[in-house]
């Protein structure tokens, strides 16, 4: 009894893609860039507004924990479209060192008040809520704008909305 190995070739030509396929694909990835390329401009754009408003946030707090902590006021001067510095505000670290943040991207539209102080206790012996209203411009249809409140009590709170 012989055993014979049995060879078979792969019948059909050569392997790969042919170019109606390949144009299949190219045209579907031209079709995603139109339309998908506004909507992720649109995305870094909100994104880029709402990380200055959380930035802004995060060192409101900031200032506020050091003050409490450190037994000292801490000021958080804001500096909104109509000041000779526009869309800054600027603060002083714990470690003595004065800070100037510009917001690239994003605006300080207005303000309830020129700086926010903190006291000892956390508290910034203001009668009402002081506001902060930090916004962006999207597209032609869409602004975002993130309202920043700080209550008497030292108390930090960030809405969002869209105009």
């Known amino acids: 009894m012989s055993m014979k190995r049995s060879t078979s070739r792969w019948s059909g030509g050569e392997r790969g893609y042919s170019l109606p396929e390949l144009l299949?694909?190219?045209?579907?990835i031209g079709l995603f860039v139109i339309f998908g390329g506004p909507s992720i401009n649109e995305a870094y754009k909100a994104y880029k507004i709402r990380s200055a408003a959380n930035e802004l946030v995060t060192d409101l707090r900031a200032q506020r924990y050091n003050a409490v902590s450190n037994r000292a006021q801490r000021s958080v001067t804001l500096n909104n479209q109509s000041a000779?510095?526009?869309?800054?505000?600027?603060?002083?670290?714990?470690?003595?060192?004065?800070?100037?943040?510009?917001?690239?991207?994003?605006?300080?539209?207005?303000?309830?008040?020129?700086?926010?102080?903190?006291n000892t206790n956390g508290s910034t012996g203001a009668v009402g809520n002081q506001t902060i209203v930090v916004s962006g411009n999207i597209n032609d249809t869409r602004n975002d704008r993130y309202t920043i409140t700080v209550t008497p009590t030292g108390t930090i709170s960030s809405a969002y909305s869209t105009f």
Do not use: D
């Not at 299949?24 to 579907?28: K, N, R």
């Not at 510009?102 to 700086?115: D, G, K, P, V, Y």
């Open 84 to 118: 000779a510095s526009p869309n800054q505000y600027s603060y002083t670290t714990y470690k003595g060192v004065a800070m100037t943040v510009r917001l690239e991207n994003a605006n300080i539209e207005t303000t309830s008040a020129a700086s926010i102080t903190f």
């Open 24 to 28: 299949i694909v190219i045209a579907l």
